[in-house]
């Protein structure tokens, strides 16, 4: 009987000395990703899928801005809507790039099936023109467009509230400023630090990004524009001071949301029937487009 019970406990000890070493082997549970880690992942994935679509929301402004973008090929292309006092369901600015070549066209109006046509020196015209409706051309000769720049180095803070889809990072100032409200950041370009960033929040999706939050007064601080600087840019309705102006552009929030990435973008250069060879300098003479009968 003491036999038995002594092969017994041994067969036990033997059992649990192999437990132990089969459990100290065991590999320990990774940890989660960091914050950075986070993003360090969705900025691969959007590097190596190489293109992707965006849509940017100025809440309080009523504007919408789509594009997509080609990182591999000089291929930008994007829109505006917003409404006007002739158009109030929305009047759109279309504005791309080809190879190297810019257009932009127009949703309402005379033009409304031309292209205007422009190179590198009428970009100061070009801009003018376009940014009447607020649209962004400033960066069309790239092919990283600023929305898509703020997302391929920003630097961690941590989780919001510690939520692993809710990153809170820094991004770069202009990028963001130029994305959003492209008008003014183009009338601040020359005061603007390149290095400079503001705080953002970025939502994931798995491991790319799927959005991004903030709001011009970030912007403005960051900057360091007050009421008076307002007043130059251009954006400061009459009957209103620039004080006022400041503030309501303070609080308007930017919604930005990323998708459709690694999918295939096409364009074609516009039919040359299409296309409105202008002297931006003198944009009401000579301009023609046999589309538009003109």
């Known amino acids: 009987m003491k036999l038995r019970m002594h092969a017994c406990v041994a067969a036990l000890l033997i059992l649990t000395a192999c437990g132990s070493e089969q459990q100290a082997e065991k590999p320990a549970p990774k940890p989660p990703p960091t914050a950075q880690e986070v993003l360090d992942t969705a900025t691969k994935h959007l590097k190596d899928s190489g293109t992707g679509s965006y849509t940017i929301q100025n809440t309080g402004l009523n504007t919408l801005v789509e594009g997509e973008f080609d990182l591999d090929e000089p291929y930008v292309s994007q829109s505006m809507t917003m409404p006007t006092p002739d158009e109030p369901n929305g009047y759109t600015v279309y504005t791309y790039a080809y190879e190297d070549e810019a257009f932009v066209g127009f949703s309402e109006g005379e ?13 100061s015209e070009a801009f003018d023109l376009a940014e009447g409706s607020g649209v962004n051309i400033s960066d069309l000769k790239s092919t990283v467009p600023p929305v898509v720049e703020m997302v391929m180095d920003p630097k961690a803070r941590g989780f919001a509230e510690g939520n692993p889809d809710n990153v809170k990072a820094d991004v770069n100032l202009v990028a963001a400023f130029t994305a959003s409200l492209p008008k003014a950041a183009f009338t601040f370009a020359d005061s603007l630090d390149e290095k400079a960033t503001i705080p953002v929040t970025l939502q994931m999706d798995g491991d790319r990004y799927a959005g991004a939050t903030y709001s011009l007064g970030t912007i403005f601080r960051e900057a360091n524009i007050d009421a008076g ?13 620039p004080k006022q102006a400041l503030n309501m552009l303070s609080s308007v929030q930017v919604t930005v949301t990323y998708e459709s990435f690694g999918r295939t973008v096409e364009l074609a250069r516009p039919k040359k029937s299409r296309i409105i060879e202008v002297d931006f300098e003198n944009i009401d003479a000579g301009a023609t487009c046999r589309a538009a009968g003109r």
């Open 229 to 241: 600087d307002v007043r130059r840019t251009g954006l400061v309705d009459k009957g209103v001071t």
């Open 111 to 123: 033009l409304k099936k031309c292209y205007l046509r422009y190179e590198d020196s009428d970009f």
